[in-house]
């Protein structure tokens, strides 16, 4: 089962500058950063309320955040929705019809095991499915 939107996710080019940012921004600081060699990203995670935002930024040429950026630049990159178990949410999107970039879930940031759908399937955005460790 989805519980809720467990964070939005933002590329930037600049992690360190967009923390400053959004530290301003949001009038809270950044509670943990982190680098996610899988993904090829550095990460940096900010709190509000119970919603959550994440700025991501490349480490690695050729990841996709850094494709993303070089396409379409600075912007919302994914909502991420929390589920239940990954397991049982990928067997019940796949025979809805969801197309997966990869059906097999790893490790990503904030303590969490993640798929993503692909934006094919989703009207154009890419949503990241993720269960806590």
């Known amino acids: 089962m989805i519980k809720k939107v467990e964070h ?17 921004l949001l009038g809270v600081k950044s509670y943990k950063t982190e680098k996610v060699l899988s993904e090829g990203v550095n990460t940096a995670f900010f709190g509000i309320s119970d919603q959550k935002i994440e700025l991501l930024s490349s480490i690695n040429k050729g990841s996709a955040i850094e ?6 630049n600075e912007g919302v990159h994914h909502i991420a929705l929390l589920v239940d178990s990954l397991e049982f ?21 904030d303590n969490k095991r993640i798929v993503f759908l ?3 399937s989703t009207n154009g955005v890419l949503v990241e499915l993720c269960e806590e460790i």
């Open 67 to 72: 494709k993303f950026l070089e396409s379409k």
């Open 89 to 109: 949410e990928i067997n019940r999107l796949e025979s809805l019809g969801f197309q997966f970039i990869s059906k097999t879930p790893k490790e990503g940031a």
């Open 118 to 120: 692909h934006p094919k």
């Open 8 to 24: 939005i996710g933002i590329a930037v080019k600049d992690i360190n500058s967009s923390i400053t940012l959004f530290e301003r």
